[in-house]
C-alpha cells in the first residue's frame, strides 16, 4: 500500500511540474503543439498549447494532424525490413544495383544496411552541417521547392555529388539515403512510397489519422506550420508561415502528417512485433552505430534504423526514438523501456521541441524508481 501510495504521490508531482513547464514555455512563446505521455493504454499526461491556425485563432487539439519531418524516417525503416522478411531485399543489397544507378557517385560497396544506418559516406540532398539558412536560402534559389513532389525527385541534388566519407567509416546524419530507399520500396513493392506506408504501416497499426498531405493541400485538421520573428533580444515578435522554405510533399526522408496518439500507436506496434518478424522487430529496436564520439549529457549516443538511442554508463538502453526538425515543425517521439513510457511531442513551430523534450526527460529520470 505505501509504494502504491509513493508512486500515486510522484506522478502528481511529475504531472504538477509539467504542467506549469508548458505553461512557462506558452507564455514565452516557446512551444505550440500538443504532448502526450502514455503507459500502454494509460494517458499519463496529455497537453495542448497554441494554435493550429493563428490568422483566425483556431487552437490545437489532442488530436490536431501535425506534419512530423524525420520522424517518419521509422517508417521508411520499418517498410525496408517488411521487404527483406518477405524475401525481397536484404541488408547486404546493393543499392546501385537495386537502382540500376551504376553511372552516378554511389558506391557500389553502399547497401541497405548503410543507408538505414546513415553510414553509406554519400553526399545529402542538403547538407545541414554548415550555416543552415543561408545554405537552405541558396539551396531554394536553385531548386524551386515547390517542384519537389516525389522521391525521385531529389535525385539530382546528390547522385553526382563526391561522396563526403567511406562506407561505413562513419555515422553521418543523411536523408538522401532514406530517399534512396523510398524508392527501392517504390521499386520492389509495385507500389508508390506513399500508397505502401498508408497500407503496411498506417492502416496495419490503425493510424486513421496519419497520411500524407501537401503544404498547398486543403485538408481536414491540419496544423499549420509557423516561423518566429524575433528582434535583437531573440524576443518573438511575429510569425510567418513556412510554406515557402520548406518541401511541399513528404518523401522518404521525412514530411508525413500525423498525431500524437497515432504515433503513440505505431511505437506500440513496432515494439509488439505487429509489422515485423521477431527477428526484424528486435534488429528495429536495437542501436547499431556510433551517432556520436563524446558523451552527451552522459549518456553514449547511437543510431539505428531511422531512430536514435541513448544508453548509459552500463550501456542499457534508457531512450529511442526519433526526431523532426523543419522551419514551423518540431516533434519528438520517445520510448522509454525501463519506465515503459511512450512521450510524443508535436509542435508546430520551429524548433521548440527540443529543449522541452529534455525538460520531460529530466523529469522523468528524477521519478524514475
Known amino acids: ?9 510522484d506522478i502528481m508531482a511529475f504531472i504538477e511540474k509539467l504542467n506549469q513547464l508548458l505553461i512557462d514555455k506558452s507564455h514565452q512563446k516557446e512551444f505550440s503543439g ?11 499526461f496529455k497537453a495542448v498549447h497554441g494554435y493550429a491556425n493563428r490568422s483566425w485563432k483556431v487552437e490545437n487539439r489532442l488530436d490536431t494532424r501535425f506534419r512530423i519531418a524525420s520522424l517518419s524516417k521509422m517508417f521508411t525503416a ?31 560497396e553502399a547497401t541497405v544496411y548503410h543507408m538505414l544506418t546513415m553510414t553509406s559516406g554519400i553526399a545529402d540532398w542538403f547538407d545541414e552541417s554548415g550555416n543552415w539558412e543561408e545554405d537552405w536560402a541558396e539551396l531554394c534559389r536553385k531548386h524551386p521547392i515547390y517542384l519537389f513532389r516525389n522521391n525521385k525527385d531529389y535525385l539530382a541534388l546528390f547522385i553526382g555529388e563526391e561522396p563526403v566519407a567511406s562506407v561505413g567509416e562513419k555515422h553521418l546524419y543523411n536523408g538522401a539515403g532514406y530517399i534512396l530507399l523510398g524508392l527501392i520500396i517504390e521499386r520492389l513493392s509495385g507500389s508508390s512510397y506513399y500508397e505502401y506506408i498508408e ?21 481536414d485538421e491540419v496544423a499549420e506550420g509557423y516561423i518566429p520573428i524575433t528582434d535583437e533580444s531573440d524576443k518573438v515578435i511575429g510569425w510567418k508561415k513556412n510554406i515557402y522554405s520548406t518541401t ?95 512521450v ?3 509542435g508546430n513551430q520551429s524548433w521548440c521541441a527540443g529543449s522541452l523534450g529534455w525538460k520531460i526527460h529530466d523529469l522523468i529520470i528524477e521519478s524514475s524508481p
Open 199 to 219: 497500407r503496411q504501416i498506417f492502416g496495419k497499426a490503425q493510424m486513421l489519422r496519419s497520411g500524407f498531405m501537401a503544404l498547398d493541400d486543403v485538408d
Open 344 to 346: 510524443i511531442i508535436l
Open 78 to 108: 520499418v517498410a525496408a525490413l517488411q521487404l527483406i522478411d518477405a524475401g525481397k531485399l536484404s541488408l547486404d543489397t546493393s543499392v546501385i544495383e537495386c537502382l540500376e544507378l551504376e553511372n552516378t557517385r554511389i558506391p557500389k
Open 34 to 44: 500538443v504532448i502526450l505521455i502514455q503507459r500502454d493504454d494509460n494517458t499519463l
Open 1 to 9: 500500500m505505501g509504494d502504491h501510495n509513493k508512486l500515486e504521490t
Open 248 to 342: 511541399p510533399n513528404a518523401a522518404a526522408d521525412g514530411g508525413a502528417t500525423s498525431t500524437a496518439a497515432d504515433l503513440v500507436k505505431f511505437s506500440q506496434a513496432l515494439r509488439n512485433g505487429e509489422f515485423l518478424s521477431p527477428a526484424l522487430t528486435q534488429e528495429m529496436l536495437a542501436p547499431k552505430v556510433l551517432a556520436n564520439d563524446e558523451r552527451f549529457r552522459g549518456y553514449t549516443w547511437k543510431y539505428g534504423y531511422g531512430s536514435f538511442f541513448i544508453l548509459d554508463q552500463e550501456d542499457n538502453i534508457v531512450r529511442w526514438g526519433p526526431t523532426g526538425e523543419e522551419d514551423g515543425v518540431s516533434c519528438r517521439l520517445y520510448y522509454y523501456p525501463k519506465e515503459n513510457l511512450d
